[in-house]
């Protein structure tokens, strides 16, 4: 047999025509069942089939799974950023490795069961000799946005172009294909079915239906063998009359994603999307800073003052992972340092990495501004891991003690560009600060230090032992009794 589970090491590219595929004993299976058995002898080995999928191991995948293993088409519904579009471009990963159809067909047609005229002609007129050709896992992926596409983006329409030429407008020759059944023997997706023209819908409800396609009324009829799945927002797909009913019941399983139930698993996905352009100079994320931007998106998803019908992306995360990584960067270069650690105050550069991804409720007050509400959960995010990094109960003594430091020196200010040498001076004014460091192990390094320094000054402030005053990149610190 020259289909493996999952993966197939060897090369079957070297068989070329029909004589030869069925010499080598290759037996043709439809998309449904090779996605079946492909998933059941990955389950069996106990693979993990989806490898960048996290959080979903009890949830989704196994809905997932009975699906495909039901050969049912599906439906992914979520709000956006919750992986469904990455979820359906793994599905590929159950395709065979490599898949014949014939050489020289407009669509995707197996030499053992060709679905339109010229394919069923070539069988026919070259019987063993058939040439074939091998379509990867890749090619036989096919996704499409909804919004904008038209039936013959989809389906296919006539082509003028053969029409002039001579076809006949009623032949299959007169057509173009759309991406449909030029899937054929393969998995089609769409992404955003609800703004998807009503028209293309009644086209695939006929797809699902009845597994063939009709272009403009023509006495033609494809048996396509394709898997189909979609993507919506369940706000939108529930809405009445945005999906027509009977494309809705033919689609056999609505599968509900979700946001990481845990921050681990949202910042294990977090650092799995980051992307480094350059690694000079080194920059350095702190374990509570990377609990920090993973809480602002925890934050974001629960506020009342955030769409929570949009949904709140995981790209928030990824974004301003790689924002705060940049600004420490650039502090570096500045510094001519060949080394840098992120700080607190490079989250005061968040707001461009999240404005545009956080859509805010549209009945709040008009008041509050988009840019208030980015540094509200910024806040909230540090009073979060603040607390879980120095409880009130056993630190209370340290932080009244760093209160009463704060107010003997009436103001401390740090800064974005400070240099590392610069914090050394400000433990002075605050030598309470040092047991925090000292009990984290953040005193062994210099950097290290002033990003713990800020952390502990940004935490009071948001236990409002302390307050803070921000005039550009830096912020002033001062008792609550001196204001």
């Known amino acids: 047999?020259?289909?493996?589970?999952?993966?197939?090491?060897?090369?079957?590219?070297?068989?070329?025509?029909?004589?030869?595929?069925?010499?080598?004993?290759?037996?043709?299976?439809?998309?449904r069942k090779e996605l079946a058995e492909n998933l059941a002898a990955g389950l069996r080995n106990r693979e993990n089939v989806f490898p960048e999928i996290h959080g979903y191991e009890d949830t989704v995948l196994p809905q997932l799974y009975h699906a495909i293993l039901a050969g049912h088409n599906i439906a992914l519904l979520g709000e956006k950023g919750q992986a469904k579009s990455r979820l359906m471009r793994h599905l590929a990963?159950?395709?065979?490795?490599?898949?014949?159809?014939?050489?020289?067909?407009?669509?995707?047609?197996?030499?053992?069961?060709?679905?339109?005229?010229?394919?069923?002609?070539l069988l026919a007129a070259h019987g063993d000799d058939l040439p074939i050709r091998w379509l990867t896992r890749e090619e036989r992926y096919g996704e499409r946005l909804a919004p904008g596409s038209r039936i013959a983006d989809i389906i296919g329409d006539l082509d003028p172009s053969k029409i002039i030429e001579g076809r006949s407008m009623g032949s299959e020759e007169a057509l173009h294909y759309g991406l449909l059944p030029r899937m054929n023997h393969g998995i089609f997706a769409i992404n955003e079915l609800p703004d998807l023209d009503y028209l293309v819908q009644v086209?695939?409800?006929?797809?699902?239906?009845?597994?063939?396609?009709?272009?403009?009324?023509?006495?033609?009829?494809?048996?396509?063998d394709v898997f189909v799945c979609f993507t919506a927002n369940p706000a939108e797909y529930t809405r009445s009359g945005k999906i027509i009913t009977q494309l809705k019941d033919r689609i056999g399983a609505e599968i509900r994603t979700h946001y990481p139930k845990t921050r681990?698993?949202?910042?294990?996905?977090?650092?799995q999307e980051i992307s480094r352009f350059t690694d000079s100079p080194e920059v350095v994320m702190p374990e509570f800073i990377e609990q920090i931007i993973e809480e602002i998106t925890i934050q974001a998803r629960r506020h009342p003052l955030v769409n929570q019908k949009s949904g709140v992306s995981a790209r928030l995360s990824v974004a301003n992972y790689e924002?705060?990584?940049?600004?420490?960067?650039?502090?570096?270069?500045?510094?001519?340092?060949?080394?840098?650690?992120?700080?607190?105050?490079?989250?005061?550069?968040?707001?461009a990495s999240s404005a545009?991804?956080?859509?805010l409720d549209p009945y709040r007050d008009e008041a509050v501004t988009e840019y208030q509400i980015v540094m509200k959960l910024i806040d909230l995010a540090i009073k979060e891991v603040f607390e879980e990094f120095f409880p009130e109960e056993k630190y209370a003594k340290q932080f009244d003690?760093?209160?009463?430091?704060?107010?003997?020196?009436?103001?401390?200010?740090?800064?974005?560009?400070?240099?590392?040498?610069?914090?050394?001076?400000?433990?002075?004014?605050?030598?309470?600060?040092?047991?925090?460091?000292?009990?984290?192990?953040?005193?062994?390094?210099?950097?290290?230090?002033?990003?713990?320094?800020?952390?502990?000054?940004?935490?009071?402030?948001?236990k409002e032992k302390i307050s803070r005053r921000r005039l550009g990149e830096i912020s002033s610190f001062k008792s609550v009794d001196l204001y």
């Open 264 to 271: 681990g698993v949202g910042l294990t996905i977090t650092k």
């Open 93 to 121: 990963d159950l395709l065979d490795a490599a898949f014949p159809v014939i050489a020289g067909t407009e669509i995707p047609e197996s030499p053992f069961k060709p679905i339109t005229a010229k394919g069923r002609a």
């Open 203 to 224: 086209a695939m409800f006929n797809v699902l239906e009845e597994e063939d396609i009709q272009i403009r009324g023509l006495p033609l009829r494809l048996p396509l």
């Open 1 to 31: 047999m020259l289909h493996c589970p999952l993966m197939d090491s060897r090369d079957p590219k070297h068989i070329h025509t029909f004589g030869e595929l069925k010499d080598a004993g290759y037996v043709y299976r439809p998309i």
């Open 356 to 359: 545009g991804k956080i859509e």
């Open 323 to 351: 924002t705060a990584l940049a600004s420490a960067r650039r502090r570096a270069l500045m510094a001519g340092e060949d080394r840098a650690i992120v700080r607190l105050t490079d989250l005061g550069t968040l707001f």
């Open 401 to 462: 003690e760093i209160t009463k430091q704060v107010y003997q020196a009436e103001r401390i200010e740090i800064a974005d560009t400070m240099p590392a040498a610069s914090y050394r001076e400000l433990l002075k004014l605050l030598p309470g600060c040092f047991d925090l460091l000292r009990d984290q192990k953040w005193d062994v390094d210099a950097q290290l230090s002033a990003a713990g320094i800020e952390f502990i000054l940004e935490g009071l402030t948001t």
